[in-house]
């Protein structure tokens, strides 16, 4: 496979992010929630003698993924509707 496991699932997320933002945006605090099984497990093996296993890199990585779009084209979206109101107010 071209791609670990880990990559492969944030892909995997980007793509069911794109296909849901239409129907559900959840809140930032959620978004959060979401990623931080991937940046602790990647500490914890950093750290320690831990391996974690394919599925569960897989896992973390597709919630990664899935909160690091949605965050992104909120926030896109955010600078776009506020960027040109602003601009209009100068």
């Not at 496991?5 to 296909?19: D, M, N, P, Q, S």
């Amino acid at each position: 496979m071209p791609l670990c496991a880990r990559c492969t699932g944030e892909l995997a997320g980007i793509i069911i992010a794109a296909v849901t933002y239409v129907i559900w945006r959840p809140h930032i605090a959620i978004l959060i929630f979401l990623m931080l099984p991937l940046i602790i497990d990647g500490f914890v093996q950093l750290k320690t003698n831990y391996e974690s296993n394919n599925i569960r890199r897989l896992w973390t990585g597709i919630l990664f993924g899935y909160a690091l779009c949605t965050i992104f084209v909120m926030s896109s979206a955010f600078a776009l509707r506020y960027g040109i109101k602003f601009g209009r107010g100068l």
